[in-house]
């Protein structure tokens, strides 16, 4: 073995300080040295050729060089040895500059430093083994990360090459910060001008596929082979869009538009700008609307209720019916569940959606609308449905739109159900009701009434004559309460009290003091009643607390006001009589003990304190259960309820499907309406064959407060008539809002779920039919070579920094300035606060920049964006007084220190501050001060601040999954600043703009440009030489304990599920010896840097180095 050793002087930064000419001497006493030299600049030519020499004349196979970093210069020494025929692992080098001369400055010390790392070296050198390198094919294809101009320009330039170029955009155009200014400094030129051009030609370039509205979630593999997985976000817009608007002009939703930094508003379909590309519009659905999923039926409240603010009535309507055929009647008697679910709950009170869906009822109706058309029955399953309330008809009704012909049994004289048999009109009246149930029926559903199951036909026959069957009966039936006296003359049932008064009829033996037991809807409903036919004296008795009592508030409210007494904690014990009539209750306190089987606390009786009420009629309304006569071969449930899928509502039978209160037991309308709805998609299903199961699990990323401030807004209810005059008739209760309070209460909604679904936008795209709601994300794996990241920056957020008094509206951001001033702005280029052009308008620099804590960097842009905008100002209000506080004016780049100058002499004052030195923004009146220490204060009209350029938020995310670096300030990390300025330290990967660094359009463009040709190489070769040090894991050694694998920051290493061993993408590995040096087994061996290796080093530089 031969090794040649050759120290590096380096000029003066070794020579200076480390005797070169003597540390060559030691070297070339060392063992397997041939030869030893020094020389002033290794790197160079004459360096190299002497190298180069030596291995030819001498017959070297090793060779050590003693110089700077490896990092910098060893691919340089290997391709000297390379070219020689030695194998570039057989040479090795030593730092002794970084690790020696540069941190010393005994030149005897330094010396003695640099034998110990050469003799280390030369030892190490001779047990290095001949490594090869590996070649990998390239995809020749590359991914760009953004959509901004350092995107733009590099892809256009990776294609221009002749490669394909998927370029990946977060949002729905590209075009990024650049498309939001005005001008560009120092020449003013527009900014779109410069840019859209560019735009379009990305667009158009046949070797880019534009990625909008999309985002990177996952890479693998290695240089020449990246698996790229994309996420693309549903636009619910086809690519068939034409741009031309008429969505978004009939889009009843508005919100901030993020493009404007939200001084302007935009519909929830939109474009961000008019030159977007693509020219293709995106709905913005931010969650599901809190108060449509609250909805047992998922009626689109926000829908309705975001029309009714564009005073567009009847469209409301019919988006009411789409999933609830009784908005007249759930206008009213709905418990709405909604309201529940708003949001504004958490700022004040929720929208009034339940009066709204009443008013748009009430305001069609009177205003008078077309019958509804029969639906085309074009199918040959006939369907029986039985029962004709809310559920039956809602499942008939649906299943007739499908096609089917359905048929209704109903055991009563006319469909409705409890809608028209039991609950009073001074709740739902019969006409309101009667009118939804008629245009139900007016779609062609053939009902028979009289007709009960058990009774008239059975169930064995119909299921004969039908191909399916859904349940749907209510809960009519009374439950009966075991107390003596209850067969006296004036004790009524709940629901045949409530039957007779619903036909005008006033019950024989009615008296003028009524009890009424119970705590339920029935009881509040009997007790109201009672007092309309002319009782005295009405007193409600529940055996439980206010707390458990199961009625609605509003309705015990409202019970309370018109004179309804209620007894709580009292129990009856008998009914007391004298001749077969009623006289008094006795009934017993009660005390909660500990919960039933309902959750609620078990009444518990007090002895000794029993009392008697002096009553002439008693009402029970203690509960209601439904009849299951001709029902009883399907399964059944021990409350007298049937047992169905809660998901399909299947029975036990396979073929019928049960609903409602026949289900649920006694439960609301809207409940009854939603399993109507259920049901009839289940039937569908089950006819066609389709699994009932699949795809309806109903899981919702409901939607939150929407960000920003909201103000409070009192909520309008609708007027309710006076109780003393109300409670003498069965008229509403409440009265319907008019017109203006309805828009008004309408327009209190957040819109907190984005998109409100009114389906508008579809109407409005009829023909091209380019809307689709239902469109879902998709994930697409995408190959390339080659990944550049120009995922741009976010700006510095003054609020964090309260003292410069930032409201976004007097004092603002300089991108909200460029919005303002800008033509297609939301002020239309016009610079106004207060609805006035400023006077005195004040910028403030270095706002998240240059700070002694926090941001020290320079953000690069600001001086000059300043510069421009206080220029613009001038250029629009001549008269204007304008005032700068700068800390230093860093005008570096070609024609900026010009445009300052210019700018200086159009009459702007340059203030001078240090950074230090206290910069406060107070509020006067419609105006500001500016308090700056060493200058007098200044009224400001507005202010506007520079503020930095900070990292992208997601920047972290974006780190780890592509195994890339950043550095201290959070900016992403290049490999070197001045040789590798846009590559990382994973190979394949590059950057540009301001990802990197803060910078301006001409140096972000020219990086971008860099990154292309960076990028294009590897393409243009079609292969690339990947390093040669990697792990190798011995199989014999190995225990598959996984350690090695979770700290691989290259995920190079994988489990070998079949051997229960770990394996190497020696391709992907970087030989960093993470793994190795963890492996608990010792099953990881670096090849170049074995264990012999480096334990060769370590003994030649202490015997041989440290002991000269």
Known sequence: MKIGVYICECGINIGATVDSKKVAEFAANLPDVAVGRYYKYMCSDPGQELIKKDIKELGLDRVVVASCSPRMHEPTFRAVVEDCGVNPYCFEMANIREQCSWVHTNREEATKKAMALVAGAVARASYLEPLQKKEVDVTPQALVIGGGIAGIQTALEIADKGFKVYLVERSPSIGGRMAQLDKTFPTLDCSACILTPKMVDAARHPNIELLTYAEVTNVDGYIGNFTVTVRKKPRYVTEVCTGCGECATVCPVEFPNEFDLGLGKRKAIYVPFPQAVPLKYTIDKKGSSPCTVGCPAHVSAHGYVALISQKKFREALELVRDTLPFPSICGRGCHHPCEVECNRNEIDEPVSIQPLKRFIADWVRNQGEEPPLPPVIDKDEKIAVIGAGPAGLTCGLRLQEMGYPVTIFDSSKEPGGLLTSCIPDFRIPKKVAQYDIDRVLAKGLAVKCNTTVGKDVLLSDLQKEFKAIFVGIGAQDTTLLKVDGADLEGVFYGMSFLKEVKEGKKPDNFGRKVAVIGGGNVAIDSARSALRLQADEVTILYRRSRQEMPAHTWEIEEAEEEGVLIHYLVAPTRIVGTEGKVTGIECIKMELGEPDESGRRRPVPVKGSEFIIDVDTVILAIGQKAILTGLEDIEATSWGTIVADSTTLETSIPGIFAGGDIVRGPASIIEAVADGNRAAVSIDRYLLGVDLQEGRSEDYDIAGLPEGPIEHEKRISPPKRDHKKRSKDFDDVENTFDEETAVKEALRCLNCGGCSECMECVRACSELQAVSHFMEEEFVDIDVGVIVVATGFDLFDPEKEPQYGYDGHRVITGLEFERLVNASGPTGGKIKVNGKEPQKVVFIQCVGSREKE?????????????????????????????????????????????????????????????????????????????????????????????????????????????????SADGFLLEAHPKLRPVDTFTDGIFLAGCCQSPKDIPDTVAQASAAAVRAATPLAQGTVEVEAISAVIDKDLCAGCKVCEGLCAYSALTYDTENHIMTVNDVMCKGCGVCSSACPSGAISMNHFSVKQILAQIGGMMERGWNQ
Do not use: W
């Open 854 to 966: 926090g941001n020290e960097y320079c953000s690069r842009v600001c001086c000059m964006y300043t510069a421009k905008q206080a220029h613009m100002v001038k250029e629009k209000i001549p008269d204007a007084d304008l005032t700068v506080y700068y800390t230093d004016v860093r005008a570096f780049g070609k024609g900026f220190e010009e445009f300052y100058n210019r700018v200086q002499g159009e009459g702007i004052t340059y203030k001078r501050r240090e950074l230090d030195e206290k910069i406060e923004v107070t509020p006067n009146g419609n105006s500001v001060t500016v308090k700056a220490e060493g200058y007098p204060d200044i009224p400001a009209d507005l202010v506007v601040l520079a503020t930095g350029i900070i990292p992208r938020e997601d920047t972290k995310e974006l780190v780890r999954t592509l195994n890339i670096n950043r």
